[in-house]
């Protein structure tokens, strides 16, 4: 069982910028990969970005070049860090962990993009 816990999430002005973090504890293992999603108020959930175990990222279109995804292996810790926010980037932003055929969900944190 690995248990993931959301922080970092909050109400900021448009241009500004949060701090996501996701921390998993468990049974981590050594080789998984990580994925921020989103979901905004009637939408459906959408995939952010993702961080494989060897460190290699890929991002959604809308947010390559804000976003940046990173992790801490000795922490299990992700992060997301998210600079020039837009009202559109409003939404319950999730962690995704996986490695093999397990994979587990965080309960999510609000983000607010808003004047």
């Known amino acids: 069982q690995v248990q993931l816990m959301e922080s970092g999430g909050g109400l900021v002005q448009p241009g500004g910028s949060l701090r996501l973090s996701c921390v998993a504890s468990?049974?981590?293992?050594?080789?998984?990969?990580w994925a921020w999603f989103r979901q905004a108020p009637g939408k459906q959930r959408e995939w952010v970005a993702s961080?494989?175990?060897?460190?290699?990222?890929i991002y959604e279109d809308s947010v390559k070049g804000r976003f940046t995804i990173s992790r801490d292996t000795v922490k299990n810790t992700v992060y997301l860090q998210m600079n020039s926010l837009k009202p559109e980037d409003t939404a319950v932003y999730y962690c995704?962990?996986?490695?093999?055929?397990?994979?587990?969900w965080g309960q999510g944190t609000q983000v607010t993009v808003s004047t």
């Open positions: 961080i494989t175990s060897y460190g290699s990222t």
């Open positions: 468990g049974s981590i293992g050594s080789t998984n990969n």
């Open positions: 995704r962990w996986i490695s093999g055929t397990r994979m587990y």
